[in-house]
């Protein structure tokens, strides 16, 4: 079984800088593919950025250029460095793990929230 708790959400401005990051325990972490989800209010859940096991990188279309996905197996940690964020930007961010590759997310973090204004 899998923990995941995301921290470094918060209110930025329009062009501000985020950092979250989500620390991982239990299972073998170095071999999941971890990601990033978001929800806006009233919208479904939608993927941002993921990172495999070998650390191939995948974004969103919406995010690629702004926003950086990164690991640290030696500490168990996943981040998304978020740049030039926009109002669109703000969500509920939630990490997740998949031992399926990033097929299937088993493992959900309870989310950290993301407020940009514009």
């Known amino acids: 079984q899998v923990q995941l708790v995301e921290s470094g959400g918060g209110l930025v401005q329009t062009g501000g800088s985020l950092r979250l990051s989500c620390a991982a325990s239990?299972?073998?972490?170095?071999?999941?593919?971890m990601g990033w989800f978001r929800q806006a209010p009233g919208k479904e859940r939608e993927f941002v950025a993921a990172i495999t096991w070998l650390s191939r990188l995948v974004y969103a279309d919406s995010v690629k250029g702004r926003f950086t996905i990164s690991r640290d197996n030696a500490k168990n940690m996943v981040y998304l460095q978020m740049n030039s964020l926009k109002p669109e930007d703000t969500a509920v961010y939630y990490c997740?793990?998949?031992?399926?590759?990033?097929?299937?997310?088993?493992?959900w973090g309870q989310g950290t929230q993301v407020t940009v204004s514009s």
């Open positions: 997740a793990a998949s031992e399926a590759g990033g097929g299937t997310y088993s493992y």
């Open positions: 239990g299972g073998t972490f170095s071999r999941y593919t």
